[in-house]
């Protein structure tokens, strides 16, 4: 029986519909385009607005999560705050259902210490590609004028590329991030593949 | 409730995937007990279920280096965990 003939008020039809979605995606079908990109349950102004982040910021779980005072309506990006000089490390996760993703610090390089519990030789890279399930951690210095840096986060290998940042803030400034958003890679599957294939594993004998 | 890539030591039968973990009724609990070994570094969990990853229902995991046991780079001023993902406004029974 097909899903449009059943009741759509009862417990069956949900039932059916699942069985339907399951079985489109195990034939390979991909889900339809995300209509947005969230970091840590976040985006920017531009592709969420108040009631659709709500459900979302639940996840939040960095203390250092806040929002601007003076632009409290339209800011919903995520903060992090750092100190000049000093290095942080971020443990960057894709938690999302379909889509690979690039990550990239503007003007900051990353240095690639682990991932999933490996220690890795530690390479720079300026932006970071993250499929899902995947966990990676890099280092990053403070080492750039004292002023707000855009996080960007955008879709791998979708026809649209959906963009969405968040902000590197060094304690106490006061400029807001500017200059263009720095671009990664979009559809190139060579780059993806050459990263994955430069992380390796940190043995005994690099030490 | 599954983890990405965190080993099932002495445990496989609670691997968190429908089949081998029965579903976790709404207003109830379980206690997932793990043993983690050897696997320093950063994992995330998610429910493997009915699409509440998707509704946000995912949290990052830290697996920490014994104390005095050093890791391979000095000890970071900070460390945050950020948590990607694609995201939908659609409800997944209306998704396709």
């Not at chain 1, 990006?77 to 889509?99: A, C, E, M, W």
Request: charged content about 15%; aromatic content about 12%.
């Amino acid at each position: 029986m097909h899903a449009n003939v059943i009741d759509k008020n009862t417990h069956n039809y949900l039932f059916f519909v699942l069985q339907d979605l399951k079985s489109r995606l195990d034939r390979g079908r991909k889900l339809p385009s995300p209509d947005g990109i969230l970091i840590n349950g976040r985006s920017n102004g531009a592709t969420l607005n108040v009631e659709q982040g709500v459900l979302a910021f639940d996840v939040c779980q960095s203390p250092t999560i806040f929002v601007l005072p003076k632009l409290k309506r339209k800011t919903f990006f995520f903060v992090y705050v750092v100190v000049i000089g000093k290095t942080y490390r971020l443990r960057i996760s894709n938690v999302g259902l379909q889509d690979s993703l690039n990550f990239r610090i503007q003007n900051h390089r990353m240095k690639l210490v682990e991932v999933e519990g490996t220690h890795t030789l530690q390479t720079m890279f300026s932006s970071l590609d993250v499929h899902v399930g995947q966990s990676y951690s890099v280092l990053i210095t403070a080492d750039q004028s004292p002023r707000d840096y855009y996080v960007v986060v955008s879709s791998r290998f979708t026809d649209k590329i959906i963009t969405t940042t968040g902000v590197l803030r060094y304690s106490g400034s006061s400029t807001p991030a500017s200059g263009p958003i720095p671009g990664g890679p979009t559809i190139q599957v060579d780059w993806s593949l050459n990263q994955a294939r430069a992380i390796r594993y940190l043995s005994f004998l690099h030490m | 409730m599954d983890r990405n890539g965190v080993q099932n030591r002495r445990n496989s039968y609670v691997d968190g995937m429908y089949g081998t973990t029965c579903p976790i009724p709404p207003r109830s609990n379980y206690t997932y007990i793990l043993q983690v070994k050897d696997q320093i570094g950063s994992f995330y969990y998610f429910p493997s279920l009915a699409f509440h990853k998707a509704a946000g229902g995912f949290g990052g995991i830290r697996i920490l280096s014994r104390p005095g046991i050093p890791v391979p780079f000095a000890d970071p001023a900070g460390d945050y965990t950020v948590l990607i993902g694609d995201w939908y406004k659609f409800n997944h029974t209306v998704i396709i």
